[in-house]
């Protein structure tokens, strides 16, 4: 799942939101680095991710891609349903979606000094252009596969995801409302695990 995705899945708490965010960028021990909370939230970020990938209806969503956008169909899949998320926010969280992304960025503001430079150097960009608003519209969508096509080392065709989303919208609104309630569910169980054994885990 893609950044927004995290953030709801943090389920409100507030380190475990930062671990979450910064899952896919630090290595090693773990427990070494950071406080408890933001741990969980990183190890909480990648049951998410692995329960994602092997989902089958994401999975079918991906086969639907694959013929247009081979390898990329996974990132596309991810900004596709942080659309719908971000779209139907007050759906999902009684706390405006403007008013949730800023305080998203507040949070990770006041935690920066742990954050990971590689996390920092694309954050700036998150936060200046309001990704986690603007993968609610078509135009956040676009500007967002545009930016990640210019990181692509193979011609990926992401600027042609979106129109791709228009096409096949409803196909795709389908999936995401299979999934997202079944992965809400796996991640309040996940962490309550988590929390439970986190002395025993390893990490």
Do not use: C
């Amino acid at each position: 799942m893609n950044f927004l995705a995290h953030a709801y899945l943090s389920f409100d708490h507030p380190k475990i939101l930062v671990g979450n965010f910064i899952g896919d960028f630090v290595r090693g021990d773990l427990k070494a680095q950071f406080d408890k909370d933001i741990v969980i939230g990183i190890m909480l970020h990648r049951e998410i991710d692995s329960y994602t990938d092997q989902h089958e209806v994401v999975k079918e969503a991906q086969e639907i891609l694959k013929p247009y956008f081979s390898r990329y169909s996974v990132v596309i899949t991810d900004v596709f349903f942080d659309y719908f998320l971000s779209r139907d926010w007050d759906q999902y969280h009684s706390k405006p979606i403007f008013k949730f992304a800023q305080e998203v960025y507040g949070l990770l503001d006041a935690h920066r000094e742990i954050l990971p430079s590689s996390f920092l150097h694309m954050y700036q960009f998150m936060k200046q252009e309001n990704w986690l608003v603007a993968y609610g519209t078509m135009d956040g969508m676009k500007k967002s596969f545009t930016g990640i096509s210019k990181k692509t080392s193979f011609r990926s065709k992401l600027e042609e995801a979106p129109r791709f989303l228009d096409a096949h919208r409803e196909t795709f609104f389908s999936y995401f409302q299979a999934f997202f309630p079944e992965l809400i569910n796996f991640s309040r169980a996940k962490l309550q695990e988590i929390q439970q054994n986190y002395d025993t885990l390893q990490t």
